[in-house]
């Protein structure tokens, strides 16, 4: 199994861009997560999702991020318009059930 | 008040040393999850406890509900198993994070 795949793995864009980031769960996994971690707040939980339902999203800082998940093979979180605080490592993650969850590599977004 | 303590923040050991890294929550929870992330980045989930004790391979994690506090060990400490290591907890609806303990383990 590849495991969850993230793309990019690296991100540059200027403030004020529009910025996609993709996340694959693992095949089979009916839970997705999305994390964001920054050296002063650490990681953060973000938006999760069962069956591609979003279940809690009290953790997206504003209406600049948007979350989907349109089938069970593919999630995108936007970020429109950017700013330089949005600068972090975004992780994605899947679990199937109740078990252990499984991260993907991060995506490192810089905002300048 | 941070929902999760995470002790201690920084801890250096010499390689074989018996490494103990403890948790405290403040608010009730379905499960805590004890986290690895290495210096590159990668994060790997470790352990899911709701009640009890799990143990794979050198690590070992426990949890007491009642006192709220969990501890995570290494047994038999290896320079590999230098990283940062984080605590989280579900609410059921909500994840709270602990600020990490970074360990080294020197040769």
């Known amino acids: 199994d590849a495991g969850v795949i993230q793309s990019p793995r690296h991100e540059v864009t200027e403030m004020g861009q529009e910025v996609t980031l993709r996340c694959k769960p693992i095949s089979g996994h009916n839970s997705l997560f999305w994390y964001r971690q920054t050296m002063m707040r650490g990681l953060e939980l973000l938006i999760y999702f069962n069956n591609n339902v979003p279940i809690d999203d009290s953790g997206m800082p504003e209406d600049r991020f948007s979350a989907k998940m349109p089938n069970a093979s593919f999630s995108t979180l936007k970020i429109q318009p950017s700013e330089p605080r949005d600068s972090a490592v975004y992780f994605c993650a899947s679990r199937a059930g109740g078990e252990t969850q499984y991260f993907g590599p991060g995506t490192r977004l810089l905002v300048l | 008040k941070n929902e999760v303590e995470q002790s201690p923040q920084n801890l250096t050991a010499q390689e074989g040393e018996f490494i103990t890294i403890n948790c405290s929550y403040s608010?009730?929870?379905?499960?805590l999850h004890w986290l690895q992330q290495h210096p590159g980045g990668g994060i790997v989930s470790l352990f899911m406890l709701s009640s009890g004790k799990k143990k794979h391979g050198r690590l070992i994690a426990t949890i007491n509900i009642q006192e709220k506090h969990s501890s995570l060990h290494i047994t038999a400490s290896h320079p590999r198993d230098s990283a940062v290591y984080i605590c989280?907890?579900?609410?059921?609806?909500?994840?709270?994070f602990g600020t990490g303990t970074s360990l080294t383990v020197i040769p």
């Open positions: 989280a907890v579900n609410t059921g609806n909500q994840f709270y």
């Open positions: 608010v009730g929870i379905s499960a």
